[in-house]
């Protein structure tokens, strides 16, 4: 079973939709979550960071945890052809010194004017 | 722009050939991540270097090695290339990489293509 596990789509949505995300991960030690996005031949990019369980807002993104479920979602409001991306979602695991980031394998969203 | 340069962007080689590929982190930054990311297995980490120390290892080849020079710019050494090795090459900079929520700042990337 792989650590992090994430849909890679592809996902294709009408501009103005609501766009839901979500990886699984395995390790119930797992304490920091993040998302990244990643546009064509570009380097990913952090989008948006979570500490606990609950949602955490920034514009039109929200990060949602459940630590119970090990479940981790994102969603976009208001969906733009900019937000066209593969967004990878991310865990560092509790590596005492170090940080290594466990990818999952990415969902490419297309958002259609 | 994310402050981390890669060169070069782009690299055409056969198999069995050598190659380097180079990272400058960003100013300030003392960790360096390399990564590797192709269509069947995603973006993997390979190995962590911070102020010129080996922290960290993942899933790297041995054929692969790499290193943190004195002005921590970093190269990543790919030997004995095969065809399985062609993907985007990606390298990392954060301030310590300690762990936690520290934001790591990927560079552009090296396309790899063996043949």
């Known amino acids: 079973q792989k650590e992090v596990e994430q849909d890679p789509g592809p996902l294709s949505v009408p501009e103005g939709a609501i766009v839901s995300l979500n990886c699984t991960y395995s390790?119930?030690?797992?304490?920091?979550f993040m998302w990244y996005r990643q546009y064509s031949r570009k380097g990913p990019e952090l989008l948006m960071y979570t500490y606990s369980s609950g949602n955490k807002e920034d514009g039109r993104f929200t990060a949602q945890v459940d630590k119970s479920s090990k479940y981790i979602s994102l969603f976009i409001r208001d969906s733009q052809p900019s937000d066209s991306a593969t967004y990878l979602c991310a865990i560092p695991p509790p590596i005492q010194g170090a940080q290594k980031l466990v990818f999952g394998q990415g969902t490419r969203l297309t958002i259609n004017p | 722009d994310s402050g981390v340069t890669q060169t070069p962007k782009h690299l055409i080689t056969a198999t069995g050939q050598r190659v380097t590929l180079r990272c400058s982190p960003r100013?300030?930054?003392?960790?360096v991540y390399w990564y590797q990311q192709s269509l069947d297995q995603g973006l993997q980490f390979l190995i962590q270097y911070y102020n010129g120390e080996e922290r960290a290892k993942g899933n790297i080849l041995e054929r692969f090695s790499a290193q943190q020079f004195p002005d921590l710019h970093s190269e990543l050494n790919l030997s004995s290339l095969e065809l399985g090795d062609s993907a985007l090459y990606f390298c990392?900079?954060?301030?310590?990489?300690?762990?936690?929520?520290?934001?790591?700042?990927f560079g552009p990337g090296t396309r790899l293509l063996v043949l």
């Open positions: 990392a900079s954060s301030i310590q990489g300690a762990g936690g929520q520290e934001t790591q700042y």
């Open positions: 100013s300030g930054d003392l960790s």
């Open positions: 390790n119930s030690a797992f304490q920091y």
